[in-house]
């Protein structure tokens, strides 16, 4: 069994609530009161599809791959701060909240360039989406799911 990388991940933490301490001292002021859905919906979407790119996409293969030992950039390499980074880098979900907070800092102190940038992002995120539909339909009905295993012992 592999061991875990914990004391890397606890200083990835730390460097991530340190960058939120950061932020809040700076931009205390600048906080707004709420953000609107319209800023918090292409924030999501962005969030969605910029974390997509940066774990999945083959043309960001280059920033995985310091932190990883396959050449597909999905294999984070197994031993100290190169293995909790490559386990940062190569899972959307776990990226999302650092792109998420990036995203936000960059609403309170240029809202109108973040606004754009999400835009961008969030156009390409729902393309995602709209292309799934797509080939979903030109597939036809006779395609489903693939089978979950059951509680039966089948894997």
């Known amino acids: 069994m592999e061991e875990r990388p914990l004391p890397q991940y606890a200083a990835l933490t730390a460097a991530f609530w340190g960058v939120f301490g950061g932020f809040l001292a700076v931009g205390r002021d600048r906080i707004p009161e709420r953000?609107?859905?319209?800023?918090?919906?292409?924030?999501?979407?962005?969030?969605?599809?910029?974390?997509?790119?940066?774990?999945?996409?083959?043309?960001?293969?280059?920033?995985?791959?310091?932190?990883?030992?396959?050449e597909a950039a999905q294999e984070p390499k197994k031993e100290g701060m190169a293995a909790a980074v490559g386990a940062l880098v190569t899972c959307p979900y776990c990226i999302g909240l650092w792109v998420s907070a990036g995203?936000?800092?960059?609403?309170?102190?240029?809202?109108?360039?973040?606004?754009?940038?999400?835009?961008?992002?969030?156009?390409?995120?729902?393309?995602?989406?709209?292309?799934?539909?797509?080939?979903?339909?030109?597939?036809?009905?006779?395609?489903?799911?693939?089978?979950?295993?059951?509680?039966?012992?089948?894997?």
């Open 103 to 155: 995203l936000s800092y960059s609403f309170v102190f240029f809202p109108r360039e973040t606004r754009f940038a999400t835009t961008i992002f969030s156009a390409h995120g729902i393309t995602d989406f709209l292309n799934a539909g797509f080939v979903r339909l030109r597939e036809g009905p006779s395609t489903s799911l693939p089978e979950q295993p059951t509680d039966s012992g089948d894997v």
């Open 35 to 70: 953000i609107g859905f319209g800023d918090l919906t292409r924030i999501a979407l962005s969030t969605y599809k910029i974390s997509r790119v940066i774990t999945k996409d083959e043309i960001a293969a280059f920033i995985r791959a310091p932190v990883t030992e396959d």
